[in-house]
């Protein structure tokens, strides 16, 4: 079945980097875009980035542009979060999702919505 | 920016009794609006897309409604394993995909 799986999490100190990767299986992978979603402990949801199935276009939320670098490597079924210059504020659980496989309208060639989530990984931004 | 809110924050109810969630837009979203369940320690479970299409395996209890700036969740009849968090979320003008705040089910 589908399956996405998260790792690379850890505690880090302000100011360093950490790079997450999300492995998938079950699909193919190259056909589908794929977002990461955080959420703070106790939080809500917070969508970070997304990047095209080809890899050809990348979307940052403000809170991360510029710290963030999603990329995806579809030759190891595997998409990546590069996190630099990390704050207190980036203390989350981090999900991979696809972007949906649904039969409905793309909006800029993209769908939308979260169809398939990975498990999380827990990222803790701490001196 | 999309904001969306959710109410209630939190609805009490007994088992078998129907739940009504409310969405609203700071702006038409069309019917671009989804609908996720999440229970405690696990990574959320989309229920609704487009306002009131249920994804794949989600009960007939669950059913959305909605356009513009206003939506609605329903479950019938709510089950044991329904108690939980639900946000919504849309994809109109983006980025950023927003989500609301979420609303907590808890039982009565």
């Known amino acids: 079945q589908v399956q996405l799986v998260e790792s690379g999490g850890g505690v880090v100190q302000p100011g360093r980097s950490l790079r997450l990767s999300c492995e998938a299986s079950g699909l193919t992978f190259s056909r589908y875009g794929m977002h990461w979603v955080r959420q703070a402990p106790g939080k809500g949801l917070e969508w970070v980035a997304f990047i095209w199935h080809d890899g050809s276009n990348k979307y940052y939320a403000d809170s991360v542009k510029g710290r963030f670098t999603i990329s995806r490597d579809s030759s190891k079924n595997t998409l990546f979060l590069q996190m630099n210059s990390l704050r207190a504020e980036d203390t989350a659980v981090y999900y991979c999702?696809?972007?949906?496989?649904?039969?409905?309208?793309?909006?800029?060639?993209?769908?939308?919505?979260?169809?398939?989530w990975g498990q999380g990984t827990m990222v803790t931004v701490s001196s | 920016e999309i904001v969306l809110t959710q109410s209630p924050a939190t609805l009490s109810l007994s088992p078998g009794e129907r739940a009504t969630l409310s969405c609203r837009a700071t702006q038409s979203v069309s019917t671009y609006l989804a609908w996720y369940q999440q229970k405690p320690g696990q990574a959320p479970r989309l229920l609704i897309y487009?306002?009131?299409n249920r994804a794949t395996g989600i009960p007939a209890r669950f059913s959305g409604s909605g356009s513009g700036t206003d939506f609605t969740l329903t479950i019938s009849s709510l089950e044991p394993e329904d108690f939980a968090v639900y946000y919504c979320?849309?994809?109109?003008?983006?980025?950023?995909?927003?989500f609301g705040p979420g609303t907590k089910v808890d039982i009565k």
């Open positions: 999702a696809r972007d949906g496989d649904l039969p409905i309208t793309m909006i800029r060639g993209v769908i939308g919505v979260f169809d398939i």
């Open positions: 979320q849309h994809r109109s003008n983006w980025p950023p995909f927003t």
């Open positions: 487009d306002a009131s």
